[in-house]
T-cell receptor
Framework: NAGVTQTPKFRVLKTGQSMTLLCAQD?????MYWYRQDPGMGLRLIHY???????AKGEVPDGYNVSRLKKQNFLLGLESAAPSQTSVYFC?????????????FGSGTRLTVV | RKEVEQDPGPFNVPEGATVAFNCTYS??????FFWYRQDCRKEPKLLMS???SGNEDGRFTAQLNRASQYISLLIRDSKLSDSATYLC???????????FGAGTTVTVRA
């Protein structure tokens, strides 16, 4: 039972390069999220999706794009990486059932932009 | 004002001690509350939900005070393995999203 899998786990980018982070879940969850975590700031929501084919902006969406073409996958793209995007990125998913609000997180992607 | 605020700590306690800390939230309409645990450089994991009447899970007790808009976590008989950062999590107006505090660091020493 893999849960939520993120790839890659580590990446170093040069300023201006692009990349895509992949999140895959095998729990048939409807909701998926991308967060970034920076020291002293906690987790901040970048984008989220409430179902296949739908996405919405979170708290800090600028510089990122997302796609949810398949229910099990949620992709986060950086078109032109900036040093301010150096962070740890976590993907999470959640079931739709009322009362079951717990997130399942992936193990994170550590991104450094130089 | 941040939606969820926590004392960052660190709380340094000896094994066997009791440690407690709070988290305040700004949205009076918030409905769902949780404590997550995060170990160094790992992903957050759900520790427990927080119910209106308060709830206990082994050595962990969570309380909710709606009037003052805070939740608390108490850890009894602390173990070395309790050393972690504890994240306070609250739902926002939109049920789809949860807001995270920056975390309270607890270090249990032998």
């Amino acid at each position: 039972n893999a849960g939520v899998t993120q790839t890659p786990k580590f990446r170093v980018l040069k300023t201006g390069q692009s990349m895509t982070l992949l999140c895959a879940q095998d729990m048939n969850h409807e909701y998926m999220y991308w967060y970034r975590q920076d020291p002293g700031m906690g987790l901040r929501l970048i984008h989220y999706s409430v179902g296949e084919g739908t996405t919405a902006k979170g708290e800090v969406p600028d510089g990122y794009n997302v796609s949810r073409l398949k229910k099990q996958n949620f992709l986060l793209g950086l078109e032109s990486a900036a040093p301010s995007q150096t962070s740890v990125y976590f993907c999470a998913s959640r079931n739709y059932d009322v009362g079951d609000y717990g997130y399942t997180f992936g193990s994170g992607t550590r991104l450094t932009v130089v | 004002r941040k939606e969820v605020e926590q004392d960052p700590g660190p709380f340094n306690v000896p094994e066997g001690a009791t440690v407690a800390f709070n988290c305040t939230y700004s949205n009076s309409a918030s409905q769902s509350f949780f404590w997550y645990r995060q170990d160094c450089r790992k992903e957050p994991k759900l520790l427990m939900s927080v119910y209106s009447s308060g709830n206990e899970d082994g050595r962990f007790t969570a309380q909710l005070n709606r009037a003052s808009q805070y939740i608390s976590l108490l850890i009894r008989d602390s173990k070395l393995s309790d050393s972690a950062t504890y994240l306070c999590v609250v739902n926002t107006n939109n049920d789809y999203k949860l807001s995270f505090g920056a975390g309270t660091t607890v270090t249990v020493r032998a």
